[in-house]
């Protein structure tokens, strides 16, 4: 009776079909002991009691128990849209994502800096004054059309034989005084401004055309750049003085990171 039992016991084992669902079997338990386990996401304590206090801050209380679920409720599913849109490589394709996690780096690499002296802001003024110079400034008096005249020299003529003219409306008016070049650019255009410099103090010029209309100006005066005094630069100096800060220390770091890297440009 064993003798049979142990012959149909050999018989099964050699049959394809039972070979390949022990095969399939092996392929289950190996994959169930080996899987990795489901990534984790944690809700801490410290996660539910910042969604609570900016609650309160928003709403001027605390979270009831069903709105305080209700909000960890979004953080998870927030965080899983989160996460999938890494797995998905968006930081790589969006360009305002990608701008905003490299300046979110440039700013964790420079680290915290130290306040500067008044000596070191000062210093760094000294050695970069060109930066701090004012802008070349121009005083005119115009004569403004919005159409050219019929006879446009005979407008210059009768400008500098001492004849008042009104001429049009001109928005900044009939006098501008001390106005910066890069304004006066911005304004009436590059050409403008070029004919304004040419233009000889203290004589009627023109017609000088401008995206507005047509100009004559008597130069009064050129104020040529110059440095404008620390006081009134300090913030602009100051801003300046963190920002060669952070981008050395960022630079330095970037090094060590382009050792981590094969780095080839195609040409």
Known sequence: ?????????????????TAFVALGAACFIGYSMLRPEKPALAVTQDVIHALSQDYELLNGRAPDSQELAALVDKYVSDELLFRAALDQGLQFNDPKMKQRLIEKMRFLLAGPMDEPSREDLVNFYADNVKLYYSDRKLTFEQVFFEQAPRDSQDVAKRLRSGERLAGDAFWLGRNLDAYGESTLRSMLGASFVDALRAAPLNEWAGPIRSPRGVHYVRMKS??????????QVSDQVEERWFAQRRGAAVQQKLEALRKAYDVKVEG
Do not use: K
Request: charged share 30%; no cysteine; glycine share 4%.
């Open 1 to 17: 009776m064993r003798s049979a039992w142990v012959d149909r016991l050999r018989s099964v084992a050699r049959e394809p079909l």
């Open 222 to 231: 050129i104020v040529e750049p110059g440095p404008i005094p620390y006081e």
